[in-house]
């Protein structure tokens, strides 16, 4: 690592091909440790650059494709489901904690994630943040309603 390198930890930098803004927990030789809410990306220096201000929120995304809350409605009217389709795990799992924060904040118990089944890359890497979440009791991967692999149920 070079002596003038702009990047210290706890400072925010870009990746430059997406976008996304993270933190910088970790340094090594050649490569450095982002941390994007629970997410950890290990990085060359040479595909990140230094943010000379912090945005409103720590998070940044790119998001080509709008996120689609449609389907399940509350009580309230509020929607229930998030879907995931054309997201890549990135920005899939960025999105699932905003819909997590905003759900519970309206009061919603149960959520309806759909991820896809392809080849089961996004729903893994859903699922397994979802079991490590610390605002969900419950996750619901095989049920009687939707017994499709390409839908997790969450209960907050």
Partial sequence: M????????GSYVRIKEQGVIGKVVRLHRSRVVIAINQLLLY???????KVDRLPR??????????????GGKSSNGQD?????HGLNTAQALLALDKFIDHSLLLGHHQLKIIHGQGGGILRSAVRNYLQDHGLVRKVIVQSPIY??????????
């Avoid at 229930?80 to 995931?84: K, S, V, Y």
């Avoid at 390409?150 to 209960?155: F, K, Q, S, Y």
């Fill in 57 to 70: 929120s720590p998070i940044q995304k790119k998001i080509t494709k709008p996120i689609n809350f449609e």
């Fill in 43 to 49: 990085l060359p220096f040479k595909a990140i650059e």
């Fill in 80 to 84: 229930t489901t998030l879907d995931l």
């Fill in 147 to 156: 017994h499709m692999a390409g839908i997790t149920i969450v209960e907050l």
């Fill in 2 to 9: 070079e002596s003038n390198m702009p990047f210290i930890v």
